[in-house]
C-alpha cells in the first residue's frame, strides 16, 4: 500500500503541474504568470542576490533580543505548541487529513485495505503540501548573506517534520475527541488518555508561567521576558516540555553539528505521534467504532467550507422592502450558518494573545494596556484597508450561481449595492469596536493627547472607517462585473498565474481607491482648512472626514448604477469555475 500511496501521489501531483502549464495557453492565466514570475523575481530573487553579492547582513539584531532568543527560543515555541495541542481539544475542527476525496472514496474503500493503510494512505498523499509549505518560508525569510543553501535545506527539513506532527496529532485528536464517550470501555479510556495528559501538561506549564505574567507590568520587556524564559526551563515544565522542544529543536539549531544532535528527538516525536494515532485506531475499530474517514467532498469548495448547520436566525427577512436589503439579509444568513464558533475560537484567542504580545515587544511598553490599545488600531486598519480583498461573501462568491441570479427579477444596481452591502457593514462594525478599544485604553498608550483630540481622532477614524471599505467594495464589483473571468470563484490562489492575477487586480483596486477618495479628500483638506482659519480648533478634522464620506458615498451610488447594466450583459461562460 505505501508503493501504491508513492505512485499516487506522484502520478497526481505530475498531472497536477501538467494541468497548470497547459492553461498558460489561455492569455490571462500566461499574462498572470508573467506577473507573478517578475514580482518573486525583483522583490525576493533579486534583492537576496544583491545582498548575497554585499555580503550584507540585513537589520542588525540586538545583542539581548540573540541572547533571549537563543536561550528562550525552544522553550516558548514548545509551549506555544502546548498551547495550540490544548486548544485542539477545547475548539476542535475538522482534520483535513481524514477529509478523503471522491476519487479515493471510489476506489480506496471498496479496495481490500486495512483502515490503518488508508491511514497511511492520507499521511503520505499530505506530504506533497505540507513539504512545500516548509521550503517556501525557509528561502523566502532566511538571509542569503549568512546561510548557505545546505542549511536552508535542512532547515526546510525540520519545519516539514514539525508540520508532519502537528498534521497527523491533529488527525489523532479528531479521531479521538468523537470517541470520548463510547459505550466500550477500552476506547473510551484511549480517547481520554491524551487529553488528560495534554490538561496536566497545560497545568504544570501554566502555573509558573503565570505567576511570572505580572513582570510585564513592573519590569523592562527584556527582563520580564527573561523571568518567563526561566519559568518554563527549570523544575518540572522543563521535563512536560522537552517533546515539544525536542520537535522545534532543529529549527532553532545553530549548526551542523547542533542540527544533527536535534534531529533525532523531532524524528522521535514525530514517530510517536504516527504509532499513537496508528494504535488509537486500532483500538477504536476493535470496539466496533465508526470508520475514520470523514463525509467525502464532492467538490474542492467543500473540502475547505464547512457545511452550513441550521440555526435560529434571530434576524428575520421582512416581506416588503428594499432589494438591497434581501441581498444582506441572504449573506448576513449565509455567513451565521457556515461559521463554525467552535473552530474560529482557538485561532482568534492564538491571533490575540499573538498580537498584544508582539504589540507590547515593539512598543517597548510596559502594562497590558497600551499593547491591547495598539493591537486594537492594527485590527481596525487592518480591517478597513485589507479586509475587503479576504471577505468576499458578496457577488465575487455568488459568481459561481450567476446563472441563478439573472433569472431573479431584480436591477442590476441594486443587486451590486445589496450584494456588498453585508460585508462592508460586517468590517465596518469590527473596525468601529477596534476603534472603540483602542480609544477607550488610549489614555495609557497616549498619555501626552488630551480627552477632546482623542475623542475627535476617534470620531473622524470611524468616519474614515466606512469611506475606504465600501470604496474598496465598490471596486471589487467593478471589477467583478467587466472581468469576471479574474475573479476566481472558489477563493483559490494557487500557481504563479493566480498570484500574478491578484497582483494585478490589487494595483487595480489601489489605483482605484485613489481615485475614488481624492476628490473627497481634496474637498475634505478645503472644509477642514476653512474651519480651522475660523475657529482655531484641530478639532476640524471630524467635519473633514464627514464630507470626505458624504463625497464617497455618492460614488458609491452612482458606480453601482452605472455598473447596473454591465452586470446584465455579463456572459456565463467567462465566470471562472473550480477545476
Given at each position: 500500500?505505501?508503493?501504491a500511496?508513492l505512485?499516487?501521489?506522484v502520478?497526481?501531483?505530475?498531472?497536477?503541474?501538467?494541468?497548470?502549464?497547459?492553461?498558460?495557453?489561455?492569455?490571462?492565466?500566461?499574462?498572470?504568470?508573467?506577473?507573478?514570475?517578475?514580482?518573486?523575481?525583483?522583490?525576493v530573487?533579486?534583492?537576496r542576490?544583491?545582498?548575497?553579492?554585499r555580503?550584507?547582513?540585513?537589520p542588525?539584531?540586538?545583542?539581548r533580543?540573540?541572547?533571549?532568543?537563543?536561550?528562550?527560543?525552544a522553550?516558548?515555541?514548545?509551549?506555544?505548541v502546548?498551547l495550540?495541542?490544548?486548544?485542539?481539544?477545547?475548539f476542535?475542527?475538522?482534520s483535513?487529513?481524514?477529509?478523503?476525496?471522491?476519487a479515493?472514496?471510489d476506489f480506496?474503500l471498496?479496495?481490500p485495505?486495512?483502515?490503518?493503510?488508508?491511514?497511511?494512505?492520507?499521511?503520505?498523499r499530505s506530504?506533497f503540501?505540507?513539504l512545500?509549505?516548509?521550503?517556501?518560508?525557509?528561502?523566502l525569510?532566511?538571509n542569503?548573506?549568512?546561510?548557505?543553501?545546505p542549511?536552508?535545506?535542512?532547515?526546510?527539513?525540520?519545519?516539514?517534520?514539525?508540520?508532519?506532527?502537528?498534521?497527523?496529532?491533529?488527525?489523532?485528536?479528531?479521531?479521538?475527541?468523537?470517541?470520548l464517550?463510547?459505550?466500550n470501555?477500552?476506547?473510551r479510556?484511549?480517547?481520554?488518555?491524551?487529553?488528560?495528559?495534554?490538561?496536566?501538561?497545560?497545568?504544570?506549564?501554566?502555573?509558573?508561567?503565570?505567576r511570572?505574567?505580572?513582570?510585564?507590568?513592573t519590569s523592562?520587556?527584556?527582563?520580564?521576558?527573561?523571568?518567563?524564559?526561566?519559568?518554563?526551563?527549570?523544575g518540572?515544565?522543563?521535563?512536560?516540555l522537552?517533546?515539544?522542544?525536542?520537535?522545534l529543536?532543529?529549527?532553532?539549531?545553530?549548526?551542523?553539528?547542533?542540527?544533527?544532535a536535534?534531529?533525532?528527538g523531532?524524528?522521535?516525536?514525530l514517530?510517536?505521534t504516527?504509532?499513537?494515532?496508528?494504535?488509537?485506531?486500532?483500538?477504536?475499530?476493535?470496539a466496533?467504532?465508526?470508520?475514520?474517514?470523514?463525509?467525502?467532498?464532492?467538490?474542492?469548495?467543500?473540502?475547505?467550507?464547512?457545511a452550513?448547520t441550521?440555526?435560529?436566525?434571530?434576524?428575520?427577512?421582512?416581506?416588503?422592502?428594499?432589494?438591497?436589503?434581501?441581498?444582506?439579509w441572504?449573506?448576513?444568513m449565509?455567513?451565521?450558518?457556515?461559521?463554525?464558533?467552535?473552530?474560529l475560537?482557538?485561532?482568534?484567542?492564538?491571533?490575540?494573545?499573538?498580537?498584544?504580545?508582539?504589540?507590547?515587544?515593539?512598543s517597548?511598553?510596559?502594562?497590558?494596556?497600551?499593547?491591547?490599545?495598539?493591537a486594537?488600531?492594527?485590527v481596525a486598519?487592518?480591517?478597513?484597508?485589507?479586509?475587503?480583498?479576504?471577505?468576499?461573501?458578496d457577488?465575487?462568491?455568488?459568481?459561481?450561481?450567476?446563472?441563478?441570479?439573472?433569472?431573479w427579477?431584480?436591477?442590476?444596481?441594486?443587486?451590486?449595492?445589496?450584494?456588498?452591502?453585508?460585508?462592508?457593514?460586517?468590517?465596518?462594525?469590527?473596525?468601529?469596536?477596534a476603534?472603540?478599544?483602542?480609544?477607550?485604553?488610549?489614555?495609557t498608550?497616549?498619555?501626552?493627547?488630551t480627552?477632546?483630540?482623542?475623542?475627535?481622532?476617534w470620531?473622524?477614524?470611524s468616519?474614515?472607517?466606512?469611506?475606504?471599505?465600501?470604496?474598496?467594495?465598490?471596486?471589487?464589483?467593478?471589477?467583478?462585473v467587466?472581468?469576471?473571468?479574474?475573479i476566481?470563484?472558489?477563493?483559490?490562489?494557487?500557481?504563479?498565474?493566480?498570484m500574478?492575477?491578484?497582483?494585478?487586480?490589487?494595483?487595480?483596486?489601489?489605483?482605484?481607491?485613489i481615485?475614488?477618495?481624492?476628490?473627497?479628500?481634496i474637498?475634505?483638506?478645503?472644509v477642514?482648512?476653512?474651519?480651522?482659519?475660523?475657529?482655531?480648533?484641530?478639532?476640524?478634522i471630524?467635519?473633514a472626514a464627514?464630507?470626505c464620506?458624504a463625497i464617497?458615498?455618492?460614488?458609491?451610488?452612482?458606480?453601482?448604477?452605472?455598473l447596473?447594466?454591465?452586470?446584465?450583459?455579463?456572459?456565463?461562460?467567462?465566470?471562472?469555475?473550480?477545476?
Amino acid at each position: 500500500m505505501v508503493i501504491a500511496s508513492l505512485y499516487i501521489l506522484v502520478r497526481s501531483t505530475r498531472n497536477r503541474i501538467a494541468v497548470r502549464l497547459r492553461r498558460l495557453r489561455e492569455p490571462r492565466y500566461l499574462f498572470g504568470a508573467i506577473i507573478g514570475a517578475a514580482y518573486l523575481y525583483f522583490a525576493v530573487v533579486r534583492p537576496r542576490r544583491a545582498a548575497a553579492r554585499r555580503g550584507g547582513r540585513g537589520p542588525a539584531v540586538p545583542a539581548r533580543a540573540a541572547a533571549l532568543l537563543n536561550r528562550f527560543g525552544a522553550s516558548f515555541g514548545g509551549a506555544a505548541v502546548l498551547l495550540m495541542a490544548g486548544l485542539a481539544w477545547i475548539f476542535p475542527a475538522t482534520s483535513s487529513l481524514l477529509n478523503f476525496t471522491e476519487a479515493e472514496t471510489d476506489f480506496l474503500l471498496p479496495a481490500p485495505v486495512s483502515r490503518r493503510q488508508l491511514l497511511i494512505h492520507r499521511i503520505i498523499r499530505s506530504q506533497f503540501g505540507l513539504l512545500f509549505a516548509a521550503i517556501v518560508p525557509t528561502f523566502l525569510v532566511t538571509n542569503p548573506a549568512t546561510t548557505s543553501i545546505p542549511a536552508m535545506i535542512l532547515r526546510a527539513l525540520a519545519l516539514w517534520i514539525t508540520f508532519v506532527t502537528v498534521r497527523v496529532y491533529f488527525a489523532g485528536v479528531t479521531m479521538a475527541r468523537a470517541r470520548l464517550g463510547s459505550a466500550n470501555r477500552r476506547a473510551r479510556r484511549v480517547a481520554w488518555l491524551p487529553l488528560v495528559l495534554t490538561i496536566a501538561a497545560l497545568g504544570v506549564v501554566g502555573a509558573p508561567v503565570t505567576r511570572a505574567l505580572p513582570a510585564f507590568q513592573t519590569s523592562p520587556f527584556a527582563d520580564a521576558i527573561t523571568q518567563v524564559g526561566t519559568a518554563t526551563t527549570t523544575g518540572l515544565p522543563r521535563l512536560v516540555l522537552w517533546p515539544y522542544q525536542a520537535l522545534l529543536g532543529p529549527l532553532f539549531a545553530d549548526g551542523a553539528a547542533a542540527y544533527l544532535a536535534a534531529i533525532p528527538g523531532a524524528l522521535l516525536v514525530l514517530l510517536v505521534t504516527i504509532g499513537w494515532v496508528l494504535k488509537s485506531d486500532e483500538v477504536f475499530q476493535e470496539a466496533g467504532e465508526g470508520p475514520v474517514m470523514q463525509k467525502p467532498a464532492t467538490d474542492r469548495r467543500r473540502t475547505r467550507v464547512a457545511a452550513p448547520t441550521v440555526r435560529a436566525a434571530g434576524w428575520p427577512l421582512a416581506l416588503s422592502g428594499r432589494t438591497e436589503m434581501a441581498f444582506m439579509w441572504k449573506n448576513g444568513m449565509q455567513t451565521v450558518r457556515s461559521l463554525n464558533l467552535r473552530s474560529l475560537a482557538g485561532p482568534m484567542i492564538g491571533f490575540s494573545v499573538g498580537m498584544v504580545g508582539f504589540t507590547i515587544g515593539i512598543s517597548q511598553s510596559r502594562g497590558l494596556a497600551p499593547g491591547v490599545c495598539l493591537a486594537a488600531l492594527v485590527v481596525a486598519a487592518a480591517a478597513s484597508l485589507f479586509g475587503p480583498m479576504s471577505v468576499m461573501s458578496d457577488l465575487r462568491g455568488d459568481l459561481r450561481h450567476l446563472e441563478l441570479l439573472k433569472t431573479w427579477p431584480v436591477r442590476g444596481g441594486a443587486l451590486i449595492r445589496g450584494e456588498m452591502l453585508w460585508p462592508a457593514v460586517l468590517l465596518t462594525v469590527v473596525a468601529w469596536l477596534a476603534l472603540a478599544c483602542g480609544a477607550v485604553l488610549s489614555v495609557t498608550a497616549f498619555p501626552k493627547l488630551t480627552l477632546g483630540m482623542r475623542l475627535s481622532l476617534w470620531a473622524a477614524a470611524s468616519l474614515v472607517v466606512p469611506t475606504l471599505v465600501f470604496a474598496q467594495y465598490t471596486i471589487h464589483h467593478t471589477a467583478a462585473v467587466m472581468f469576471p473571468a479574474w475573479i476566481p470563484s472558489d477563493n483559490d490562489m494557487r500557481g504563479f498565474d493566480s498570484m500574478g492575477q491578484r497582483l494585478i487586480l490589487f494595483g487595480g483596486v489601489l489605483l482605484g481607491l485613489i481615485a475614488m477618495v481624492l476628490p473627497g479628500a481634496i474637498v475634505a483638506g478645503i472644509v477642514g482648512f476653512a474651519f480651522y482659519r475660523l475657529t482655531g480648533s484641530p478639532f476640524v478634522i471630524v467635519p473633514a472626514a464627514a464630507v470626505c464620506l458624504a463625497i464617497v458615498a455618492i460614488e458609491v451610488m452612482l458606480a453601482t448604477e452605472a455598473l447596473g447594466p454591465l452586470y446584465d450583459r455579463i456572459d456565463l461562460s467567462g465566470v471562472e469555475r473550480s477545476e
